[in-house]
T-cell receptor
């Protein structure tokens, strides 16, 4: 059984650019959630996708957007990057919204 | 306003002894609680969870206790092993479904001393 995978591992962008991060959910999982973890903080919920639709969102601006594909993999897109967007971005998958979430290794984004 | 608080940034425990990690929450709508463990350069790994209808859940060396009236939960690790050295996150989910995601504390860095 394959766990949650994310790509790329690391990414460096400059302020104002756009970035796309990718996540493959664990086999059989139909729900994907994205989190942002700043240094020294716990992960913060960005949004959740269930059956290809966004069905929950945390306190993040609209320039954070996402997609979920029919195979349940997902993308996180961030437009107009700001320095404060530098963080570890974590993807978590689960079988349904109420089940335990299993995390991928994360993508480390640095915005210069 | 932090809804999930882990007030000890770090904790040092001798190998073989009990490690007790604490977590407090303020949101009465939380009905499900989880503990995750995180090594550097890895994603959080699920350890153990507890529903608000229970006050204790045990899995091997790990036991989670929930005190709803005090809005407090704790994770006990017995006996502590060197591989337990990691950052531990307490997380909570609101009732009514999981669409609001998990709310995490800031984590406690557990260091197991040989």
């Amino acid at each position: 059984e394959t766990g949650v995978t994310q790509s790329p591992t690391h990414l460096i962008k400059t302020r104002g650019q756009q970035v796309t991060l990718r996540c493959s959910s664990q086999s059989g999982h139909n729900t994907v959630s994205w989190y942002q973890q700043a240094l020294g903080q716990g992960p913060q919920f960005i949004f959740q996708y269930y059956r290809e639709e966004e069905n929950g969102r945390g306190n993040f601006p609209p320039r954070f957007s996402g997609l979920q594909f029919p195979n349940y993999s997902s993308e996180l897109n961030v437009n107009a990057l700001e320095l404060d967007d530098s963080a570890l971005y974590l993807c978590a998958s689960s079988l349904g919204q109420v089940r335990t979430q299993y995390f991928g290794p994360g993508t480390r984004l640095t915005v210069l | 306003d932090q809804q999930v608080k882990q007030n000890s940034p770090s904790l040092s425990v001798q190998e073989g002894r009990i490690s007790i990690l604490n977590c407090d929450y303020t949101n009465s709508m939380f009905d499900y609680f989880l503990w995750y463990k995180k090594y550097p350069a890895e994603g959080p790994t699920f350890l153990i969870s507890i529903s608000s209808i229970k006050d204790k859940n045990e899995d091997g060396r790990f036991t989670v206790f929930l005190n709803k009236s005090a809005k407090h939960l704790s994770l006990h690790i017995v006996p502590s092993q060197p591989g337990d050295s990691a950052v531990y996150f307490c997380a909570a989910r609101e009732s009514g479904g999981g669409a609001d995601g998990l709310t995490f504390g800031k984590g406690t860095h557990l260091i197991i001393q040989p």
